[in-house]
């Protein structure tokens, strides 16, 4: 699918079966499903490698996203699109119960409008599942 369908796909949908709930930058919801606020705060970081460069490593980039239970105050975590221990960043936070997963970020990084010009225009998609370590707050 090209990036033009992916965005479009992306604009129209708020989430879909398999658990992906889509947000924008400064985007607030109340997930009912998961007896969560998710709140999209910003983008902390987009190095991605930009779209028709060629790239040594493929980037990262990291979302800063706060989350609050029905019971319980609000979290924060930065969640990138790679798990990496020496830089610190990881692709998924444990909450309530749940795993959430930063699994997409739009727009792609361009030769022309990096990270900078993207700033305030970004949209993620988290995928929530139930979590079987048992990590994260939990609510009851």
Do not use: H
């Not at 706060?66 to 990496?84: A, C, H, I, K, V």
């Not at 727009?107 to 993207?118: C, L, M, N």
Request: proline letters at 2%.
């Amino acid at each position: 699918m090209d990036q033009a369908k992916k965005e479009a796909a992306l604009r129209s949908a708020k989430s879909d079966k398999g658990g992906v709930i889509y947000l924008k930058e400064g985007e607030n919801r109340f997930l009912k499903e998961y007896e969560m606020n998710v709140t999209f705060k910003k983008m902390l970081e987009d190095s991605r490698c930009p779209q028709g460069v060629d790239c040594i490593w493929a980037g990262n980039a990291t979302a800063e996203i706060e989350l609050m239970g029905t019971y319980t105050r609000p979290m924060t975590f930065q969640l990138s699109t790679t798990n990496d221990a020496r830089r610190g960043t990881t692709t998924t936070g444990n909450f309530n119960g749940y795993s959430i997963s930063l699994v997409e970020v739009y727009p792609q990084t361009t030769a022309e409008k990096g990270f900078k010009a993207r700033q305030g225009n970004y949209k993620i998609g988290l995928k929530f599942s139930k979590s079987s370590n048992g990590d994260g707050v939990t609510t009851k």
